[in-house]
């Protein structure tokens, strides 16, 4: 799965890599790194509005959820939505069925490599693309379960899809073997623009991101400490563990 990412470009970079507007863009920061758990609020492009780039938060609450404590509790199990099962799941079927894709940006993310009880922490890009794109699904959530009629902000959320591992991030993900739907330039298009069928959209999801376009780097556990801020540039530098050297599998 994927819960953590990055998105370490300016707004500038943002629109003009996606020809799409930001409101209020200066307030926007660099993110070095996100933890999904925060639900934190990410530029997002959807197919509705292709022009624009708008902030949604992490944790998609389906439109009926009914009261705040429910979307609260839901939106912890909405991070991650698997591609295969979109049109089946309560939680995604209509905004799959309705054509709700969306782009999640990003510069990088986050995975862990597991040995017997011993975590490391990876960084994978891509490096045919500085920004690239994760395949979504979004919502918008009538908060207190007022209806756009009635009283009531309408609040927009969105998941990330993931799908099998390609070769490199069933190594370093190797208990899951899952990986974010990192898009080709052709996906994005088709994914954002064109009128896919349920068949057409389960198929372009189904192919994961070449590895041979990826890199990946082993980096720092500081990224979970509870005492150091794992926001900042460092968190992206190379950490080198001695232990790891026998496994070539791990980097490209």
């Known amino acids: 799965m994927c819960y953590h990412k990055s998105l370490n470009v300016t707004a500038a970079d943002l629109q003009t890599r996606y020809d799409a507007t930001m409101p209020e863009a200066e307030r926007f920061q660099p993110v070095y790194h996100a933890n999904a758990y925060e639900f934190p609020a990410w530029p997002i492009v959807?197919?509705?509005?292709?022009?624009?780039?708008?902030?949604?938060?992490?944790?998609?609450?389906?439109?009926?959820?009914?009261?705040?404590?429910d979307a609260a509790e839901i939106r912890t199990r909405t991070i991650n939505?698997?591609?295969?099962t979109i049109y089946?799941?309560?939680s995604y079927r209509t905004a799959a069925q309705k054509g709700q894709r969306c782009l999640i940006?990003?510069?990088?993310?986050?995975?862990?490599?597991?040995?017997?009880?011993?975590?490391?922490?990876?960084?994978?890009?891509?490096?045919?693309?500085?920004?690239?794109?994760?395949?979504g699904l979004w919502d918008e959530w009538p908060e207190s379960g007022a209806t756009p009629t009635k009283t009531g902000e309408l609040i927009p959320t969105y998941t990330l899809l993931t799908?099998?591992?390609?070769?490199?991030?069933?190594?370093?993900?190797?208990?899951?073997?899952?990986?974010p739907c990192l898009l080709t330039p052709e996906q994005e298009y088709a994914w954002l623009h064109e009128n896919l069928s349920e068949k057409e959209v389960v198929e372009l999801l189904s192919a994961p991101y070449?590895?041979?376009r990826m890199h990946s780097h082993s980096i720092?556990?500081?990224?979970?400490?509870?005492?150091?801020?794992?926001?900042?540039?460092?968190?992206?530098?190379?950490?080198?563990?001695?232990?790891?050297a026998q496994h070539p599998e791990l980097f490209t």
């Not at 197919?47 to 439109?63: D, E, F, S, T």
């Not at 509870?226 to 790891?244: G, N, W």
């Open 46 to 69: 959807t197919r509705q509005q292709p022009g624009q780039l708008q902030l949604m938060k992490w944790g998609l609450i389906p439109h009926w959820v009914k009261s705040p404590g």
């Open 81 to 84: 939505a698997r591609s295969e």
């Open 88 to 90: 089946e799941k309560p």
């Open 105 to 135: 940006p990003v510069t990088g993310f986050f995975e862990w490599y597991t040995t017997g009880k011993k975590k490391y922490p990876f960084y994978i890009n891509a490096i045919d693309q500085n920004i690239t794109s994760i395949a």
């Open 163 to 179: 799908t099998d591992a390609n070769p490199l991030l069933a190594a370093i993900h190797n208990t899951k073997k899952r990986m």
């Open 210 to 212: 070449p590895a041979e």
């Open 220 to 244: 720092s556990k500081r990224i979970t400490s509870r005492t150091e801020p794992s926001d900042v540039p460092t968190v992206l530098e190379p950490a080198i563990y001695p232990e790891l």
